[in-house]
């Protein structure tokens, strides 16, 4: 796992390519539409299938203007994947270089689960990924608390993401 930072590192300087492409350990997309920091979605399997979120300068995921703080690690209710109209609910939990998410889960376990395959059933069939965070006040355009987002293009994702998770089975 130690290329990883630097092979991420490489790609993310690249010019942009295919929405998803297939890197050491996961498939990785960039955002199509971003009022955020965030640069990279990698789809890996640890123990379990896992979906870590890249920022510049390998921080947390804040709005692209900035100037707040991060306050939703640990917290249900802050972050949501939407496919195509479909919600899921995730915490997230922070790495040196990332912020990974998590199914909902119990206080006990810091509110984290491993993610719900019902999710990435949806993103086998999806068109769009929606992450969003509730990081400020601010409420979205659709009157939501998910204010601070990043959307992927799910096109051709499948077999990437089901090669990048297939370990995990």
Request: hydrophobic share 50%; net charge negative; aromatic share 10%.
């Amino acid at each position: 796992m130690r290329t990883l930072p630097l092979l991420l590192a490489c790609l993310l300087s690249a010019t942009p390519a295919l929405a998803w492409e297939k890197i050491e350990g996961g498939a990785l997309a960039r955002p199509i539409e971003t009022n955020s920091n965030i640069e990279a979605l990698l789809v890996h399997c640890l123990d379990s299938p896992a979906i870590d979120l890249y920022a510049k300068s390998n921080g947390p995921v804040l709005p692209a203007e900035g100037g707040v703080n991060a306050d939703y690690f640990y917290k249900p209710g802050a972050i949501r994947a939407d496919v195509d109209g479909k919600a899921f609910p995730l915490v997230a939990a922070g790495s040196d270089i990332a912020v990974v998410l998590f199914s909902e889960g119990e206080a006990a376990q810091d509110y984290m689960a491993p993610l719900d395959y019902a999710l990435f059933d949806a993103i086998f069939v999806g068109r769009i990924l929606t992450i969003g965070f509730d990081i400020t006040p601010a409420a979205a355009a659709d009157g939501s608390p998910y204010e601070t987002f990043a959307r992927f293009d799910l096109a051709g994702a499948g077999p990437f993401i089901n090669e990048a998770i297939d370990p995990c089975n």
